[in-house]
């Protein structure tokens, strides 16, 4: 399976993947995956330039600047972190919150999910937290933030899976322990309320394009996720089955949201192929 997965990322993937599945698999070394995300930076200290396939323009977004504090982590290097805080706390609003989109994307080409807006958005926010949480980073934009994410969390009530799963990689790194694995808990009773999540059955959720589901794994990428315990045994067990069954003959995964721009296809699938595989791994359903 790992062979096939390489296979298809040498012949699809963006240099930051290839560096990235060499270092997840196959022993490669750190600097290179830093590198490459480095080319994505600006000198606001966030990240741009299509880092996050869906948006497309080259300035500084809260979401490319997550994902870049996120995989520099993944590979021991908290270099980004500090500036990328200072980034966050530049564009952040009263209560703390950073929007969805900045308006300096308000030309770039993006998704049409990438919506413009000032207001504060817990999604993004709990997003970023999470990842400045992971490195242990203090910054007082970090302090504000995670103050407007617990106010949101604590009365969530009608929600979505994509925010969801942003609530869950906030509770997951945030210091305070039992406050989040008390807040888990009801995030889980709403996931199930609301039938939020896809248990083999193909749930549809409303303003999603068919298919476009969140499963067990999504929420739990790893047994040790404060999310695993919303599941029972058999159905992560069985999610854990067609998420192998899902890989396709080059090697790969799909994604199950639309690809707006063609580009978007090929610059997603090796993500997604990466995440299958840690997810994989991290269950014991590879070595």
């Known amino acids: ?13 963006r240099v930051l993947e290839q560096r990235r599945f060499a270092f997840l698999f196959d022993g490669g070394p750190a600097e290179p995956v830093v590198t490459a995300l480095a080319a994505y930076r600006n000198d606001d200290g966030g990240f ?7 948006g497309r323009g080259p300035s500084s977004q809260p ?9 520099a982590h993944e590979v021991g290097d908290d270099r980004f972190a500090a500036d990328a805080a200072d980034f966050l706390g530049s564009v952040a609003n009263a ?22 807006s000032t207001d504060s958005d817990l999604l993004m926010t709990a997003l970023a937290a999470s990842a400045l949480h992971q490195t242990g980073v203090e910054h007082p934009w970090l302090d504000r933030a995670s103050a407007y994410c617990w106010q949101r969390i604590d009365g969530l009530g009608k929600t979505h899976p994509y925010e969801v799963n942003a609530c869950v990689q906030f509770l997951q790194h945030v210091p ?16 199930r309320e609301q039938g939020l999540v896809d248990l083999g059955e193909g749930q549809r959720t409303e303003g999603y394009a068919a298919g476009e589901t969140h499963k067990p794994h999504d929420y739990a990428a790893t047994p040790d996720s404060i999310a695993r315990a919303w599941f029972s045994h058999d159905e992560v067990a069985r999610d854990l089955d067609d998420l192998e069954a899902a890989r396709r003959d080059d090697g790969g995964w799909a ?33």
């Open 95 to 116: 209560d703390g919150g950073v929007p969805n989109c900045l308006v300096t994307a308000r030309d770039d080409p993006r998704a049409p999910w990438w919506e413009v």
């Open 48 to 54: 741009g330039h299509a880092l996050e396939p869906d």
């Open 1 to 13: 399976m790992i062979g096939a997965a390489r296979s298809f990322v040498h012949h699809h993937a």
């Open 176 to 191: 305070d322990r039992p406050r989040a694995e008390a807040a888990a808990a009801r995030l889980g009773e709403i996931v």
């Open 255 to 287: 994604f199950p949201w639309p690809a707006w721009t063609p580009v978007t296809e090929f610059e997603w699938r090796p993500i997604v192929t990466i995440e299958a595989l840690l997810t994989l791994r991290a269950y014991g359903r590879i070595s």
């Open 63 to 71: 979401l490319h600047t997550y994902t870049a504090v996120r995989l």
